[in-house]
């Protein structure tokens, strides 16, 4: 599985975009791009995932450059509940995860 | 909806004692995960398996085993219970392929004293 980079934390302002920056230089051609959260004290929540076209769906957008080399996900009007780590996995079977990216949605 | 089931929320045992974490999921799935979470460590992979009776070892397999004679459930084994296997342990599930998403349980914390 290749490996992801993202910013160690990131805030965001409550009622605007959050947009949470993934680096994957070496995604192969049939590992799919993968977000997923985790709210303290539970279980991983998948959120969305893709292979070369953007995708949205009820919770977010994600938006993957042509090259396939990183990608965006996009919540669109985060709220306090968004407050997570957010993680950026590339699989093409198995979910491995990275440090992901602390999200504080700021009132 | 899928329902991923771990058998207990929090559990606390002795050291030297074997331990059983159970997992069970409703929807058929192929592939089963069982994940330690540590702070600062993140969210490390133990043991997964693609099939009844079948394994594979993750990134951190030592000191575990795992069972799966069902489809529908994945046992972690800590054959002896050691301080240092204390942690949140997370089960999933998801389809066969690369195209289907994981879900996770809500997690056992495992206190070893």
């Known amino acids: 599985d290749a490996k992801t980079t993202q910013p160690t934390s990131m805030d965001c302002a409550e009622g605007r975009a959050a947009n949470l920056p993934c680096n994957h230089s070496?995604?192969?051609?049939?590992?799919?791009v993968y977000w997923y959260r985790q709210i303290h004290s539970q279980g991983p929540q998948y959120i969305i995932h893709?292979?070369?076209n953007n995708e949205t769906n009820e919770m977010a957008s994600l938006i993957i450059t042509e090259d396939r080399k990183s990608s965006t996900l996009i919540l669109p009007h985060a709220t306090l509940r968004d407050t997570a780590v957010y993680y950026c996995?590339?699989?093409?079977?198995?979910?491995?995860f990275g440090p992901g990216t602390s999200l504080s949605v700021i009132p | 909806d899928v329902k991923v089931t771990q058998s207990s929320r929090y559990l606390v045992k002795r050291t030297g004692e074997k331990v059983f974490l159970e997992c069970v999921q409703d929807?058929?799935?192929?592939?089963m995960f069982w994940y330690r979470q540590d702070p600062g460590l993140g969210l490390r992979l133990i043991y997964f398996?693609?099939?009844?009776?079948?394994?594979e070892k993750g990134d951190i397999p030592e000191g575990y085993s795992v069972s799966r004679e069902k489809k529908e459930r994945f046992s972690l084994i800590l054959e002896s219970a050691s301080t240092n296997q204390t942690s949140m342990y997370l089960c999933?599930?998801?389809?066969?392929?690369?195209?289907?998403?994981?879900?996770f349980g809500q997690g056992t914390r495992l206190t070893v004293v």
């Open positions: 999933a599930s998801s389809e066969a392929g690369p195209n289907t998403e994981a879900f």
């Open positions: 070496t995604i192969s051609g049939n590992e799919y």
């Open positions: 893709g292979l070369k």
């Open positions: 996995i590339t699989s093409y079977d198995k979910v491995i």
């Open positions: 929807m058929d799935h192929e592939n």
């Open positions: 398996s693609y099939d009844v009776k079948m394994k």
